[in-house]
């Protein structure tokens, strides 16, 4: 049984693995992360293994006696991967990225795959049939979309994405989201195309905070996993225990 941590910029997420079974989920904050591993401790005492995967600035402090109680694998540029990485700048590259790779080696082995996360960035992030990784692409989200509306201009509110957009808006606030909303759907249905151009039978998968959101509004067939990320981190972890 394995412990998943994956440390965002505020949120951390927990999740507990049997085998590819994931039997609970749950999130934290840095005061409540410690208390929130020990109850998933008290839960499942048949945790073995871990695995930290933080992509935050700041330092979040980790239970003192986590690693003398299962083993535990720190997600790293020196971690070992379950594909060849073919990134030109391997120490720069994300340890979320990698997660989401590493998923798509393990759902759609030796299968071309495009995966996109969209969340506060879209990444796009494309293995080939040779499980090998080349790169991608990063681009702004859309709550980083309006916030640079409002930012940047003197008179733009600070919109949001609601449950439905027009091509035309009637107001400013109905054109802001018209532009951000259909110009990320744009920016992402034209990337599937090109990537479609050079690779064929592409599988896309689409995870992140809006990734339900804005793949119920594209048209190209996309697969979304709000878990690819979290299966990825677990994939990881099972890949360097069993070397």
Not at 118 to 132: E, H, L, M, P, R
Not at 146 to 170: D, K, Q, R
Request: proline share 3%; glycine share 8%.
């Amino acid at each position: 049984m394995n412990l998943i941590v994956d440390i965002g910029n505020s949120i951390a997420k927990l999740a507990v693995f049997q085998q590819d079974e994931i039997l609970k989920k749950t999130s934290a904050d840095k005061l409540s992360l410690n208390k929130k591993i020990s109850e998933i401790f008290q839960l499942y005492p048949e945790i073995k293994k871990a695995v930290v995967s933080n992509v935050s600035s700041a330092k979040w402090e980790l239970p003192p006696n986590l690693k003398n109680e299962v083993e535990v694998i720190e997600l790293s540029a020196e971690t070992s991967l379950p594909f060849k990485n073919n990134y030109a700048t391997p120490k720069t590259l994300g340890n979320d990225r990698k997660a989401l790779i590493a998923a798509a080696v393990k759902h759609y082995p030796q299968q071309n795959v495009l995966v996109i996360d969209a969340g506060t960035c879209i990444t796009y992030d494309f293995k080939t049939a040779k499980d090998v990784y080349l790169g991608g692409g990063i681009s702004p989200g859309l709550k980083m979309r309006f916030l640079a509306l409002n930012n940047f201009t003197a008179n733009l509110p600070l919109v949001e994405a609601g449950e439905g957009y027009e091509l035309i808006g009637n107001s400013t606030a109905s054109s802001i989201i018209s532009g951000v909303v259909n110009g990320t759907l744009m920016e992402i249905e034209g990337i599937i195309n090109k990537y479609k151009e050079n690779y064929t039978n592409l599988i896309c998968i689409i995870t992140g905070g809006d990734g339900t959101f804005l793949s119920g509004n594209l048209k190209n067939g996309i697969f979304a996993n709000s878990n690819f990320l979290l299966e990825g981190l677990n994939y990881i972890l099972e890949f360097n225990i069993d070397q």
